[in-house]
Structure formats: structure tokens, C-alpha cells
């Protein structure tokens, strides 16, 4: 079994049919076969069934579908280093709120400054990048501090936002006054459903405190709760990261920080990538980016909690 014969196996399952896989691929559907023949000879089972509808999966063929993407990508990362490559991918899973304060900058940087380094982005709700640092998708993500993550990840603190209150022009919310946290009692809350971090948080601080949470519309996406909230329906809680460039369109939006409210995020590498240039490489650009973007006061109510003197990966 060699790294070809899974990528050759990956892409027929990617597509579900091995015709539409040899197209892919460029070559003939006996050859692309023989291939898979091959893979199933050496592992010793069968991995595909064939039917009238396309493919399916054995449970051998799941097992080397689930298993084999983070070893190939081991294996690319290895040649890179060892073969002292010019270019190298490096993977980052990043929360939906980050991407116009962080991610669209950081891969603008990247772009132009590193162009030998392929970056790509995934970008989910916690539970999505959980399931990508599972899978060994990622070589790196930043998800929210309350979020369990595999043990095959290092983790060390990145920053702390606080959350605000957010309501449409007539709700007159001011980022230099900060609101209590009782007037999220009283405000019908536009806010995403379980399994949702900032939800998460804004129910867990209100039953604490004894306040009433009342969820009046759940809404899952980031776009649809400023949506909703711009007109007039209702209020939404966000952190100031999702709100960036959005307060100034034509006024239709005004927030307000909320006491005692906040998120923290975290850095995780995955260990296994730990040894690559290029994923200290990028840590490095990633975390100065982040702490220049706090410290010039562009990133309002944020701190952060990163620990210049120590190493980001162990």
C-alpha cells in the first residue's frame, strides 16, 4: 500500500464513482481498477461495493477513509520538510466571526508577503472545527476556550472579548456606555440554538445570575441575526470581532459592551505538526498578527492573553 493507491481511493470516494473518478484523475477506468485492486490485495478485504447507484463503503474502506487523510497529510508536511521544498500547505480552521477583523487580513498577508506557502481556510462553529482537529484536517485552529479538544493538540490562551449587545438604530446601544447584564433579561434575544458558543454563554451568565433567557428566534447563521436584528425584531449578542465594519453601514445597527460578558479564544496545534517549518512558521505570523491588530486599537474590547516570553506550540 502506498500513498498513491489512498489518494487514488480518497478521490473515488470523494466522487462516489470511479468513472467520474478516472475522469478527475485523467486516466482510464480499467487503470484506476487495477488501482484499487491493488489497494484491496494488500490490505487484504474488500474496501468498495459496487451498485447501480455508484459506490459504497465497507467497513474496512470507512476505517482507511477516516485514518488516512491525516497520514497524507503527515506525509506531505515530511516531504517538505526533508526535501526543504519552496512551498508547503498549511490548514487553519477559524471561527465565522474572525473573518473580516482576522482571517480576510491574515490570508491577504500570506498572500502577498508568503506566497510560498499555501494557506487554506476552513472556517465553522466550534463544533465543526472539532471535528476537523478530530479528523486531522487542521493543522491549527482557534476555537472558544470552553470547547474540549482532542489530545492530540497543544493549546495556549490567544485573547478575550468581551460581548456586546446588539439592536438597531432606535435601540440608541453606545459602545462607551456599557449596558448590565439584566437588560439581556428583558430584550427578545435573536440568537443561534444549541450547540452554540456565544449562546452558550449569554444562557449560562443570565440563569447564573437569576435573569429570565428568552431565545425568541433562532437564528444560525451570524448574517441572519444582524439581519433580523436591523430590523427591529429583536436583539442579538456578539462579540465586537463579528461586528467589525458593520457598525457604520448607514447607521442601521448600535451596540453596546455588556458587563461582565465575554468569550475567550484559544490557539490549538495539532502535535503530529508541531516539528514542521511551516507550521511554526505560521503560528508565528498568525499570533503577531493578531496581538499588532489588538494593540493598534482596531480590535475594540479585546485583551490579549498571549505570553510573548514562552513558546506558542509545546
Known amino acids: 500500500m ?3 493507491q489512498i489518494e487514488y481511493f480518497l478521490r473515488i ?3 462516489g464513482s470511479i468513472n467520474k473518478a478516472a475522469a478527475d484523475l485523467r486516466m482510464s477506468q480499467p487503470s484506476l481498477s487495477r488501482w484499487l485492486s491493488l489497494l484491496e490485495h494488500d490490505v487484504g478485504t474488500a474496501l468498495l461495493v459496487r451498485t447501480p447507484q455508484g459506490i459504497r463503503l465497507t467497513d474496512a474502506g470507512q476505517v482507511l477513509v477516516d485514518r ?3 497520514i497524507l497529510r503527515d506525509l506531505q508536511i515530511l516531504r517538505d520538510d526533508i526535501g ?3 512551498s508547503s500547505q498549511f490548514n487553519l480552521a477559524m471561527p465565522f466571526s474572525f473573518q473580516r477583523l482576522v482571517t480576510a487580513p491574515f490570508a491577504e498577508f500570506i498572500l502577498r508577503e508568503v506566497p510560498e506557502t499555501t494557506l487554506r481556510v476552513y472556517e465553522g462553529i466550534n463544533n465543526a472545527i472539532r471535528i476537523w482537529m478530530e479528523s486531522g484536517t487542521v493543522d491549527a ?4 476556550s470552553t470547547e474540549s479538544a482532542p489530545d492530540t493538540f497543544s493549546v495556549a490562551p490567544l485573547l478575550h472579548e468581551q460581548l456586546l449587545l446588539v439592536g438597531d438604530r432606535k435601540a440608541g446601544l453606545r459602545l462607551d456606555t456599557p449596558v ?4 439581556l433579561g428583558i430584550a427578545h434575544l435573536i440568537l443561534p440554538g444549541r ?6 454563554h449569554v444562557e449560562h451568565a443570565m440563569r447564573r445570575a437569576g435573569y429570565r433567557y428568552r431565545n425568541r428566534f433562532e437564528a444560525e447563521t451570524l448574517s441572519l441575526c444582524l439581519e433580523l436584528t436591523r430590523r427591529g425584531l429583536g436583539y442579538t449578542v456578539m462579540p465586537y470581532s463579528a461586528l467589525y465594519q458593520r457598525l457604520n453601514d448607514q447607521d442601521e445597527l448600535s451596540a453596546a459592551p455588556v458587563k461582565t460578558l465575554g468569550v475567550s479564544w484559544q490557539l490549538y496545534v495539532n502535535r503530529a505538526r508541531t516539528y514542521a517549518v511551516s507550521t511554526r512558521s505560521v503560528i508565528r505570523m498568525l499570533s503577531n498578527h493578531i496581538a ?3 494593540a493598534s486599537g482596531e480590535w475594540m474590547f479585546a485583551r490579549n492573553l498571549q505570553n510573548p516570553t514562552r513558546s506558542r506550540i509545546h
Open 141 to 144: 485552529a482557534v476555537m472558544a
Open 13 to 15: 470516494v470523494e466522487l
Open 180 to 183: 448590565p447584564l439584566s437588560r
Open 84 to 86: 526543504k521544498r519552496g
Open 2 to 4: 502506498d500513498a498513491r
Open 292 to 294: 499588532k491588530t489588538i
Open 68 to 70: 488516512a487523510r491525516p
Open 195 to 200: 450547540p452554540n458558543v456565544i449562546s452558550g
